[in-house]
């Protein structure tokens, strides 16, 4: 904590659209979260509209965005059942959640089916091309990570391969000296 003392990170739009998403998805979590602190804690009647960058939109609101449009406008609300709301309220921030873990993995599929299509690209769309045959100059940190992790383990099979032979064939010797005297 100590190197963020006094600091804040300017607010700027992210400009990667996966990383954009992701924050967003993160903050919108949060913020249903509060506002469902706010209405089990404080009793409070709160409202929340927006939409995505994807244009996709969202709402939390208890008891209802109905009912909380209209004390905003200062019109007649009806009298809310109080155990009712909660339990509605709870539902909906549970449903909120699935909806924000169903959008989630949606975008994760989505990036695996890029990040394929990339693979297929840099393969030039054939099979039976090895991932070592990958032009490395086109692959990321990760990427590059994972060929590394790949290359060791290859070169331990081998070194286990090329160990195990050479005592198969030390073995072999031995036993065809003894047969000899």
């Known amino acids: 904590m100590a190197g963020r003392q006094g600091r804040r990170a300017e607010m700027k739009q992210i400009a990667n659209e996966n990383s954009r998403q992701i924050t967003f998805s993160k903050r919108r979590s949060s913020i249903y979260k509060k506002a469902s602190e706010l209405v089990t804690l404080c009793g409070a009647e709160v409202g929340l509209v927006g939409a995505s960058p994807a244009g996709k939109p969202f709402c939390f609101a208890h008891p209802s965005i109905e009912a909380v449009a209209n004390r905003f406008l200062d019109r007649n609300p009806q009298p809310i059942d109080r155990p009712r709301a909660v339990v509605e309220s709870y539902h909906q921030v549970q449903s909120n959640e699935l909806n924000q873990q169903h959008?989630?993995?949606s975008n994760q599929i989505e990036a695996e089916?890029?990040?394929g299509k990339v693979l297929a690209q840099l393969?030039?769309?054939?099979s039976d091309v090895g991932w070592w045959e990958a032009p490395i100059e086109e692959l990321n940190r990760e990427e590059l990570l994972q060929m590394k992790g790949r290359m060791e383990e290859l070169q331990r099979s081998l070194l286990k391969s090329i160990d195990q032979q050479t005592r198969g064939e030390a073995s072999a010797s031995l036993q065809g000296q003894n047969l000899e005297k």
């Open 123 to 126: 393969t030039g769309g054939k």
């Open 113 to 115: 089916k890029a990040h």
């Open 103 to 105: 959008e989630e993995l």
